[in-house]
C-alpha cells in the first residue's frame, strides 16, 4: 500500500530535506562511547513521477522510485509552477561533500562553524528548479585521516564525527595528522529540477 506523505515546505526545503535523509541522521546522537560518525555523504540522484498537479495550491503529488507518495508545495520563491504537468519527472541531485580548502591551525584555536548558502533558480518561462550551494568552513580537530581512500575525519563544534572527501589532488594530506586542528572548507550542492518524461 503506497505511503502518502505531505510535506507544505518550497521546493528548495524539500530537496535539502530529501538530501538529509538519504544522507542519514542530521545529527549524530552520543552514545556512552563517544559521539557516532556520520558517514561520508556520497552523491545520489533520485527521481520521482509528477501523478497530481494542484495550481491554485502550487503543489504536486509526486510518486518515489518505491511507489511512495510525496506531496510538494512551492513557497513563493518557485518559479514556474505552472507549467508543471502530470508526468513530469521530478529529480532531485545532492552532490558528495567535498574539501574544498585545507589548513593546519594552531592547537588552541576553538572549533568553530560557519556556513553560507548561494541559491539559484531556473529561468522564467521554463519548468521550476532550484540549486542550493552551502559552504561550510569549520575549525575542527582531525580524528583520522585516510591518505588511500582521500577522506578526511574531524570532530566538529558539536562533538559531531564528520567524514567528507578530499578530491582536490592539489590538497596534501601528508601533512594532516590525527590530533591536529585545522580550518576546513567544506562544499555541497543540492538540486532539484522538473522535466517533462520526453526531455533528453
Request: charged residues 25%.
Amino acid at each position: 500500500m503506497n505511503q502518502r506523505a505531505s510535506h507544505p515546505l518550497s521546493l528548495l526545503c524539500a530537496a535539502a530535506c530529501l538530501a538529509f535523509a538519504m544522507a542519514g541522521p542530521a545529527h549524530a546522537q552520543k552514545s556512552a562511547t563517544g559521539p557516532a560518525p556520520i558517514g561520508v555523504a556520497e552523491e545520489a540522484v533520485v527521481s520521482g513521477k509528477v501523478v497530481e498537479v494542484d495550481p491554485d495550491a502550487k503543489g504536486v503529488l509526486v510518486q518515489g522510485p518505491r511507489g511512495n507518495l510525496i506531496a510538494l508545495m512551492a513557497g513563493d520563491e518557485a518559479k514556474n509552477m505552472g507549467n508543471v504537468k502530470k508526468g513530469d519527472i521530478v529529480t532531485l541531485t545532492r552532490g558528495a561533500a567535498v574539501v574544498a580548502a585545507l589548513e593546519p591551525v594552531g592547537s588552541k584555536d576553538t572549533a568553530l562553524m560557519e556556513q553560507v548558502e548561494r541559491v539559484s533558480r531556473a529561468a522564467e518561462g521554463g519548468k521550476p528548479g532550484v540549486m542550493r550551494e552551502v559552504t561550510t568552513t569549520v575549525t575542527a580537530e582531525i580524528t583520522n585521516v585516510d591518505a588511500k581512500k582521500r577522506t578526511l575525519t574531524f570532530r566538529g563544534p558539536r562533538e559531531t564525527l564528520r567524514t567528507v572527501k578530499v578530491n582536490d589532488p592539489a590538497i596534501d594530506l601528508a601533512g594532516i595528522k590525527k590530533g591536529q586542528m585545522a580550518k576546513i572548507v567544506v562544499k555541497e550542492v543540492v538540486s532539484i529540477t522538473v522535466k517533462s518524461p520526453t526531455a533528453g
